[in-house]
Structure formats: structure tokens, C-alpha cells
């Protein structure tokens, strides 16, 4: 059952129950009000009558006399709900009663055996009584310890009331109730309209959509809900796109890893399995060992610079220290002194005494990899600079430059500008990815300035 249906049918029950309690509360009450105002009419009624028929009574007149008297006044009375009854004798012993007027079913001994109450103080007695499914209210009088008058009041008429009002109050009621149902309903469509919407939405979410959203129309909780939903969808979608990203990443890092390590291999395999089979002369010898070093080599650093971004690639924190510039560029100078050395270039190191925090080892091997990769853009005899100001260190060489559709490009793993020299020179493409990923755990900012035929700038900005 649909959460409307359940609601509607909630509300519709709570409502015909309400209803109805107010219904039967106010029908009691209205009951009582109208058995009330016909009783104190009929008592009104009983007492003149009474009272009338006392002022014709005299005192000392007979029991025949009486008797007489009260059937020619209940005769004229023609009141087929008035009784009377003559008590003849004058000791309790000798006392019978005579009916002088009776026109009900109620005999004296049926009347005699009814529990009467006074009524309002004075000498009329009344009793309620219930015959044949209607309501009578009898009063009581005895007039001069001799005449007992009765008049029996039926309330026929305030049931036929109560019984009209009934019908009347429910059918207001149902109509009441069943336009508000209906009110209702078109309510509920629209209230509800929107968690409709975003049931559908979450549907097509979990099949995949992950662009879905909803549109926020109102401002209430259900808006509230529709903007957290949209929130989710994006956070979704972000992280989705993201682990799909890194997968296409992971998918293609390890394809061009299969592919650098191919050619190495094969060369290396080849190389072993000439000096496995083929006698050669020893130049050539030492010529194939030598490859086959510089090949075990390259696959060495290629390993090592593997390893090290797989470590970066793990949420493990890093602890910075505030390290002076000079005590960095100093590392770095020390590590590339050899390779400067063997191409007769020359490392300008400037700065004035900053300081920033950072994980030593790691940085040390950012500035390795820009100083070799200007190095390797560089022709012999060329200068690379190092300098720091503001919140900034710059590796600058006056070497090829990269092109400003490449630049974009080689911070990914494995990509080459010159595919050629890298692999001459024996680099896989690895050292900016490396680069890039220890700058970006150190909330580093990697800018690149550089023109063809002039040289690079790399700018690292810490934040």
C-alpha cells in the first residue's frame, strides 16, 4: 500500500471516529436537553390539572360525591394519558380502591409497585418508564389522602426528534467526511508529488544515472530532503567518477609499466641468450654486458620510482618539519653532482634564507627529478638554476622547452614529450608523475613557464 493510500485512509478513519464520538456526545446531550423541556411542559401541564381539580374538590364531600365529581371531569378532560384512582373506607382495613378514569395498559398494582421520586421538592412524584420501545414519564399526585392522579407523558415525540436529528447529523457527517477525503486526497497528491519524484530519481540513481537530480520547488523539509538528496547524487557521482578515473589511471599506469618493462626485457633476454649460444669477440662482449647493465639499471630506477609512487598513493600522513631552503638545495646539488658533472653543467643555487615545511627526503627528490629532467632538455655546458623566494622554490633550465599542448600532459605517469631522448637518456616517464604526487601530498602548486627553444620554469608554490 502506497504511503498516500495509508495517510488518507488514516486520516479518513481518525476523522469519521472523531466525528462520530463528537457526533454521539452531542446527541446525548440534545436528547437529554429536549426529554428535559418536554418533562418540565408535561409537569407544567400535570399541575395545573391537579391543581384545578383540587379547587373543585370539597373537603368533605362523600366518596360517592367524588367519585362523581372525578368521572365527570376526566370525562370532559378527554385525556386518554390521565389516570385516577379513589381510595374508598375510611380504616387502612376497610380501605379498596376504585378506578374512576383509565385509559392506558397500567393498572394500580403495576403503578403501585413503580419506585416514584419527588420532583423538584413538592407533592408531585414522577418515574421514567419503558414500554414497547418507546419512553413514558409518569408524575404522581394524591390529592386529600383520597385520589391518586396519574398522568402518563409519552416522549414518542422527542425520540422521533432525536431519531431525525440522528439521520440529519449523519449524514452531514459522511458528507463532510467525504468531501474532506477528497480535499484530501488532492492534497496529499501534491504534498507528496515530490517524494514521488524522488523515489523515481532514486531508481534511475541506482541503476547507474548518476547525473540525476531533482528539481527543489519548495522550502519546507521535503525541499530540505530534495536538496540532500541532490547533495548525495553529487558526492556519488564525484566519487564515482573518481574511482572510475583512478581505475581508467591505474588500467593505463599499468599497461605503459608492461609496456617500459617490455623492452628492456626483451633487449636484456636477447643480449644473455647471444652470449649463451654465440661465441663473440670480447669488445663485443663487454658491449652486450654493458647494455644489459644500463638495462638492469634503468629497471632498477624504474622499480624504485614505482615503488615510491605507490607508497604516495596511500592515505599514510607524512610529517612535516620546518626545513631551511639551503639545507634542500644543498641535498639536491649533492645527489645530481655526477650527472651535472658528466654533461659540464652548472647548478646556481638562490636563496635568501626561507624556510618551509616539508618532509626533507621526499622534496629532495622532487628537485632531483626537475634538475635531471632539465638536464636532460639541456645541451652540454648549459646552467640550471635553483631559487627560492616568497612561498615559492623555481627549477629553472634554458634547455628545448615543452610545447603548450604537452605541458598539461607530463605530470601523468609514462608520458613523454620526446619518447626518443627519454628513452635514450633512460627515463620512463615516471619522474614528474613522482614529482607531481609528492607536490600534492605537501599542498604544493606545480606551475610550468616555459617556451620552445628557451627553457622551462617550474614553479613550486606552497600554500
Same mark, same amino acid.
Given at each position: ?8 485512509w488514516? *486520516? ?10 463528537g ?5 446525548r ?17 400535570? !399541575? ?20 362523581? !365529581?372525578?368521572e ?28 374512576i ?24 412524584? !414522577? ?11 409518569i ?23 432525536? $431519531? $431525525? ?13 467525504g ?17 514521488q ?33 541532490? /547533495? ?5 557521482e ?11 589511471? /591505474? ?25 649463451l ?51 634542500l ?48 632538455a ?7 638554476i ?63 613557464? *616555459? ?13
Open positions: 500500500m502506497k504511503l498516500r493510500t495509508k495517510i488518507l488514516i *486520516s479518513c478513519i481518525a476523522l469519521l471516529a472523531a466525528s462520530l464520538f457526533d454521539a456526545l452531542i446527541l446531550i440534545t436528547g437529554k436537553s429536549l426529554k428535559s423541556e418536554a418533562t418540565i411542559r408535561a409537569y407544567q401541564s400535570f !399541575y395545573e390539572m391537579t391543581g384545578e381539580l383540587e379547587q373543585g374538590l370539597i373537603r368533605n364531600m362523600d366518596a360517592d360525591m367524588r367519585s362523581v !365529581y372525578l365527570y371531569y376526566f370525562k370532559n378532560l378527554k385525556d386518554d394519558y390521565s389516570i385516577c384512582f379513589l381510595w374508598v373506607g375510611n380504616t387502612e382495613e376497610t380501605n379498596e380502591i376504585r378506578q378514569y383509565n385509559h392506558t395498559a397500567l393498572s394500580a398494582g403495576e403503578l403501585s409497585q413503580m419506585d416514584f421520586k419527588s420532583y423538584e421538592g413538592d407533592d408531585i412524584t !414522577y418515574v421514567d418508564y419503558s414500554r414497547d420501545n418507546t419512553d413514558y414519564v408524575f404522581r399526585m394524591n390529592i386529600q389522602d383520597k385520589i391518586d392522579v396519574y398522568r402518563v407523558v409519552p416522549m414518542a415525540e422527542v425520540q422521533n426528534n432525536v $431519531r $431525525r436529528l440522528t439521520g440529519y447529523i449523519l449524514a452531514i457527517t459522511f458528507g463532510v467526511a468531501i474532506t477525503m477528497l480535499v484530501l486526497f488532492i492534497i496529499l497528491r501534491h504534498i507528496l508529488q515530490p517524494l519524484e524522488l523515489n523515481e530519481t532514486t531508481k534511475r540513481l541506482a541503476e547507474g544515472n548518476y547525473d540525476q537530480r531533482v528539481v527543489i520547488r519548495r522550502k519546507d523539509e521535503i525541499g530540505q530532503l530534495e536538496e540532500s538528496f541532490n /547533495k548525495m547524487a553529487e558526492a556519488v564525484t566519487s564515482t567518477r573518481s574511482l572510475e578515473e583512478s581505475e581508467r589511471r /591505474k588500467t593505463l599506469f599499468m599497461g605503459n609499466l608492461t609496456h617500459e618493462l617490455k623492452t628492456p626485457m626483451t633487449a636484456i633476454s636477447g643480449y644473455a641468450q647471444t652470449l649460444s654465440t661465441k663473440i669477440s670480447r669488445e663485443n662482449q663487454e658491449a652486450a654486458l654493458l647494455y644489459i647493465y644500463e638495462e638492469c639499471g634503468r629497471l632498477e630506477r624504474l622499480s624504485k620510482k614505482m615503488m615510491k609512487l605507490l607508497e604516495l598513493d596511500q592515505d599514510e600522513s607524512l610529517v612535516f618539519v620546518d626545513t631551511p631552503v639551503s639545507r638545495f644543498e641535498a639536491a646539488a649533492k645527489s645530481c653532482e655526477v650527472i651535472l658533472r658528466e654533461k659540464q653543467m652548472t647548478l646556481e643555487c638562490i636563496e635568501h634564507g626561507e624556510h618551509f615545511p616539508m618532509e626533507l627526503d621526499l622534496m629532495t627528490d622532487v628537485l632531483i627529478n626537475l634538475i635531471d629532467n632539465g638536464i636532460k639541456s645541451d652540454s655546458g648549459g646552467k640550471i635553483l631559487r627560492a623566494y616568497d612561498n615559492c622554490i623555481e627549477v629553472q633550465d634554458f634547455g628545448q622547452g615543452i610545447p603548450a599542448e604537452e605541458q598539461e600532459k607530463i605530470m601523468e605517469p609514462f608520458y613523454m614529450v620526446d619518447k626518443s631522448r627519454s628513452r635514450k637518456s633512460g627515463g620512463a616517464g615516471l619522474g614528474l608523475a613522482l614529482t607531481a604526487m609528492i607536490a600534492k601530498r605537501h599542498n604544493i602548486s606545480i606551475r610550468i613557464d *616555459s617556451k620552445e627553444g628557451e627553457g622551462t620554469r617550474i614553479i613550486l608554490q606552497f600554500v
